[in-house]
């Protein structure tokens, strides 16, 4: 069942449709593996697509590191 989540990282409203996740909004914003490090070492839920756009582009940004790899896929 869809719901209105809030954002960790900016406090707006989040669509969340988990359930349906291909459905997602958050599915329209392409992260790389280092996006998804600081998003896992970060928060707990879901994030709006404009904080996902966000991490995306600090992920990206030249001399970035997450640090230790906390991938578990």
């Not at 349906?20 to 970060?42: G, H, K, N, W």
């Amino acid at each position: 069942m869809p719901g209105i989540k809030t954002c960790p990282g900016c406090g707006g409203p989040v669509r969340c449709l988990s359930e349906t996740v291909e459905q997602c909004e958050c599915m329209r914003i392409s992260l790389s593996p280092d996006a998804i490090d600081l998003i896992r070492l970060r928060y707990q839920d879901c994030l709006c697509t404009a904080c996902l756009a966000a991490i995306a582009e600090e992920a990206a940004a030249p001399g970035n590191r997450t640090g230790q790899s906390t991938r578990s896929l």
